[in-house]
């Protein structure tokens, strides 16, 4: 028991840790200019890069630069391994995200409480839906993640969202509860989010008979923390193999409180839209 306690103040402090960069970078842009100006200068941003001489406002420099910079750690035949079985993988993947991964994330209370603070239910499920297969797809492509890449800009365009939604939480939203739910979209929550997008992910395939290699689970594994680190988790954190993916994610459903009527709403609303027609047009765009 001692070393579970142990284990879980590695990420505990987690709870109360965030993006900073990002949210730097959104006040400074989507909280100072019009929307769709602030829209323009990130594009601008994201599609060249960026050196520390550029004549770019300081907090856009230091994310941009974080992004660019390919960490000694990431592998990329290791990650194009974890893509090309995305790929392999086709439409059971996406009924796998939608049916296992998103849904079965609604059954934790505290970690939808975002959605619920920023409108999802009203926005309705399918955009949701269509957002996560469609950010899925490209970021999960052999080689999509170069500097600059349309997969890059959709990284962070997704980061700033994820910034510029807390920003928001925080600054419109009396009733948070920051004890039982942490910082909006903190970091450990972030963890077990893309956790989702691999343990979970794969466990769904399994269970519709698709074989996974070794080798094709580790780079799985391996392209979700190079994803995270472009999103600004704390990479140290993100887990590399099954082990560590299961440890994780243990640890941080103790902190996690069941579904409640929230949950319901987004689950039916979810389960109300046409699987089908959303699937296939995100295939479309393969």
């Not at 939203?173 to 039982?180: F, I």
């Not at 190079?226 to 140290?236: A, F, H, V």
């Not at 560590?244 to 103790?254: D, F």
């Amino acid at each position: 028991q001692a070393s579970d306690i142990e284990k879980f103040k590695k990420y505990a402090h987690l709870f109360y840790e965030v993006d900073d960069l990002g949210d730097e970078v959104v006040k400074e842009t989507y909280l100072k200019l019009p929307y769709h100006e602030a829209s323009s200068l990130i594009e601008k941003y994201s599609r060249s890069k960026i050196s520390g001489d550029d004549n770019v406002p300081e907090s856009l420099k230091k994310l941009f630069i974080q992004m660019q910079e390919t960490p000694a750690w990431f592998n990329e035949d290791l990650a194009n391994i974890g893509a090309r079985f995305c790929m392999r993988s086709g439409k059971n993947a996406l009924i796998i995200l939608r049916d296992f991964t998103l849904m079965g994330g609604y059954d934790f209370a505290y970690l939808n409480k975002p959605l619920i603070f920023t409108g999802a239910l009203k926005k309705g499920a399918v955009k949701r839906l269509k957002d996560t297969l469609e950010f899925w797809v490209n970021v999960t492509r052999e080689n999509a993640l170069k500097t600059n890449s349309e997969a890059y800009q959709l990284m962070v365009r997704t980061r700033l969202m994820h910034s510029y939604a807390r920003v928001k939480i925080k600054e419109k939203t009396e009733n948070w509860d920051y004890k039982n739910w942490g910082e909006p979209i903190n970091s450990w929550d972030m963890i077990a989010t893309y956790t989702g997008f691999s343990l979970v992910f794969m466990q769904g395939l399994k269970k519709l008979g698709v074989k996974i290699s070794e080798q094709e689970e580790l780079g799985v594994f391996h392209l979700w923390k190079y994803i995270g680190y472009l999103l600004g988790i704390p990479p140290e954190f993100l887990p590399e193999n099954k082990q560590q993916a299961v440890e994780h994610l243990y640890l941080w459903s103790s902190t996690q409180n069941k579904g409640d009527e929230d949950s319901i709403h987004l689950a039916k609303a979810l389960l109300d839209e046409n699987l089908e027609n959303t699937i296939y047009k995100v295939m479309a765009q393969a």
